[in-house]
């Protein structure tokens, strides 16, 4: 009985494609949520979802029609609830290295679309264990494919020569410069003093400051790399792909660079 109802079942080229399709985007709609509030809400939701199928399929009309009214109007709540997350999800869509991070994970994806940023990371590296050794608080932030022009122009425009000399009066106490980001591209310092935005992301602990949170805020809505000098412990950290790793030697902020720009 089992094979005669499976050769009533038809499956075709597209209905494969269409089910890989729909599994790679609930697992990135679930990377993007996890660690946040808002999982328990999305977890809630396929619940809701497999309860109403469930009741459908026992043809338990009174219960499925309910349901099915709270589905029929539920998109807008949703769009109310996931505000953030959505906006959040469409920035990284639109991310120039998007494709890119996530090429890897097709076989059959075999064009390299890497492309080497011009850049003096020396300067920066020197910069950065002088700031850290003062203890002068940092937060660096390495363009890439994106400009990152909507931040840019937030700041005081530089368009400045890279240098280690440059970095480090920026961010000296004194400086009117020193609040905010300094951005980097293409060996230029683009501008200083800009607004970024601030990670949500709870798992970032709660002793590490808004420099910490606005450096995983910019590197989950663009490809940028973001160095931070924290002015309490001198302690070096790195971000990027919405990621912080902290307590960074030199030589380890080096070789994340190098791989990362590469």
């Not at 920035?91 to 890897?104: A, D, E, S, V």
């Not at 003096?120 to 264990?129: E, L, S, V």
């Not at 990152?148 to 005081?156: I, R």
Request: charged share 20%.
């Amino acid at each position: 009985m089992f094979p005669e109802i499976l050769t009533f079942i038809e499956i075709k080229f597209l209905d494969v494609i269409d089910i890989l399709l729909v599994a790679f985007l609930l697992y990135e709609l679930y990377n993007l949520l996890k660690g946040t509030v808002a999982i328990n809400i999305f977890f809630g939701i396929v619940a809701f979802y497999l309860l109403w199928k469930f009741v459908t399929a026992l043809e338990m009309k009174l219960l499925s029609e309910i349901f099915g009214a709270f589905i029929s109007v539920g998109f807008i709540a949703l769009i109310v609830v996931f505000q953030p997350e959505i906006r959040k999800f469409l920035l990284m869509l639109g991310t120039p290295g998007f494709i890119n991070k996530k090429r890897n994970r097709f076989l059959f994806w075999k064009f390299d679309v890497k492309s080497q940023v011009d850049l003096d990371i020396d300067k920066i590296i020197m910069a950065c264990r002088n700031m850290a050794e003062s203890k002068t608080g940092a937060l660096i932030i390495i363009a890439r494919k994106s400009e990152l022009a909507q931040y840019v122009t937030t700041g005081e425009l530089l368009d400045a020569e890279l240098s280690e000399a440059l970095i480090e009066s920026i961010f000296f106490k004194n400086s009117p410069l020193h609040d905010g980001a300094l951005i980097i591209h293409q060996n230029k310092i683009k501008a200083a003093r800009c607004i970024l935005p601030v990670s949500s992301n709870e798992k970032i602990p709660v002793s590490l400051g808004l420099r910490h949170r606005a450096a995983v805020g910019i590197t989950e809505q663009s490809d940028a790399l973001a160095v931070i000098v924290s002015e309490e412990t001198g302690n070096i950290a790195y971000a990027s792909n919405g990621k912080l790793q902290t307590k960074f030697k030199p030589n380890q902020l080096m070789t994340h660079l190098l791989e990362d720009l590469s």
